[in-house]
């Protein structure tokens, strides 16, 4: 084996070590939890439902009327505690990642997270 491919093996082992970890981490599995709780709501998913459906009506074309819908469904889903639950745990597992990135980003000197905007084509 090269000492190439030995450094790369080494590195996925560290990265599949810093994955276990972040799934066993209190953070992913509250979030986990409130994803579950989320999808087992049936009236939380009817208002994420019928809000995503108003966004892309607005999209085609907008109309006061419908704006105000939108509004509407969005005080019915901030005053919804399972989505609100959600938004938490999520926004803590965005912490948590945005956390990580930094850590690694710095003795790379770059922001690792970061896309390179590239592709093949």
Do not use: R, W
Request: proline share 1%; glycine share 4%; charged share 25%.
């Amino acid at each position: 084996m090269s000492e190439a491919q030995s450094v790369e093996d080494d590195v996925e082992a560290k990265l599949q070590t810093f994955v276990d970890a972040l799934v066993d981490s209190e953070t992913y599995q509250q979030f986990m939890d409130a994803n579950e709780q989320l999808e087992n709501d049936e009236k939380a998913m009817a208002l994420l439902e019928e809000y995503h459906q108003k966004q892309q009506l607005m999209q085609q074309s907008f109309d006061q009327s419908l704006m105000a819908e939108l509004q509407e469904i969005q005080q019915k889903m901030a005053e919804n505690e399972t989505i609100q639950q959600h938004q938490q745990a999520q926004n803590e597992l965005v912490e948590l990642l945005q956390q990580t990135n930094d850590i690694i980003s710095e003795p790379l000197g770059m922001e690792f997270a970061q896309s390179s905007g590239g592709g093949c084509c």
